[in-house]
């Protein structure tokens, strides 16, 4: 356990060390979604003084000091929590563990992403002037709901294609005011991972949306919001992803003030002049008669 670790070696540490052990005892959730790079920036010091901290306390990198962490945080969350399982002909009680696992999630969620993260990741919204989401499987459905709701918010977003030849065509007119969203719903999404490390290249910034730690698409975010996907079965929940998309886009949308009156009465604009023709002949035409 880290935490034993760091009091076993603490005396014998030196002050940049301490630095580092200071801030994960105190900020251990946060950590866990930390590279080493973004831990050093935090504590002012250099990547290598992180490696090498995690290698002084007895790890063999910040990798496995991460897991460890980790592994704290799972162990705190699930303390509360212990999904039941039902027998397949409980159908109904199915259905509520099902919903329960939803409610999980969602707690859980709220536990790994504080106000002041979110806070942050809002900020990487207001300093983008284009909005980019891509993501595989499952989590394709999320990607094209979030970007409908940026539009409808008036924000400028798009979805990448999964097609390699169609996202290379979106990838190449990023630049660095894109903020680029990967959605993963499950520990895979290599192809995402893949175009967002392009994304990098061009000099977007990067939000990883995961439902497991484990999808490559963490390692190629600049911040991350965990949004877990766990369900009894092989077909993952992606829930909390929605959920976590479209509370972000309700919060960017509030901070307008003029925004939701707006869009409200463009909207009512908008759909009497397609409902309400001009004229009967216009409707018989519109109708095919």
Do not use: W
């Not at 969602?106 to 504080?114: A, D, E, K, Y």
Request: with cysteine; glycine share 4%.
């Amino acid at each position: 356990m880290y935490r034993e670790k760091i009091r076993d070696y603490y005396e014998h540490l030196s002050r940049s060390y301490r630095r580092v052990a200071d801030y994960i005892l105190s900020n251990y959730y946060e950590v866990s979604f930390m590279t080493a790079a973004q831990l050093a920036q935090l504590v002012d010091v250099d990547t290598t003084t992180v490696v090498r901290f995690s290698q002084r306390i007895g790890y063999n990198g910040y990798p496995e000091l991460l897991n460890d962490i980790r592994e704290q945080v799972r162990t705190e969350i699930y303390a509360a929590y212990t999904p039941k399982r039902m027998a397949p002909e409980n159908k109904s009680l199915l259905f509520r563990a099902r919903t329960e696992q939803e409610r999980q999630n969602l707690s859980q969620m709220l536990v790994h992403n504080p106000p002041e993260h979110i806070d942050i990741v809002l900020a990487m919204f207001e300093k983008a002037n284009h909005v980019v989401l891509m993501a595989e499987g499952y989590a394709e459905s999320i990607a094209q709901m979030g970007a409908q709701q940026l539009r409808h918010s008036g924000f400028s977003a798009e979805t990448v294609p999964s097609d390699p030849v169609q996202r290379a065509a979106t990838l190449i007119r990023l630049d660095a005011n894109t903020l680029v969203i990967g959605i993963s719903a499950t520990e895979y999404g290599r192809d995402v991972a893949k175009a967002m490390a392009y994304a990098h290249i061009r000099g977007c910034a990067t939000l990883g949306i995961v439902g497991s730690m484990e999808s490559p698409v963490y390692r190629m975010s600049d911040r991350l919001i965990y949004a877990p996907t766990n369900s009894e079965g092989p077909l993952p929940s992606i829930v909390a992803l929605a959920c976590a998309l479209s509370a972000i886009v309700a919060v960017l949308t509030a901070n307008n003030s003029n925004a939701p009156e707006q869009q409200i009465s463009e909207f009512n604009a908008a759909y009497q002049f397609l409902t309400q023709p001009e004229n009967e002949a216009l409707e018989e035409e519109m109708n095919g008669e």
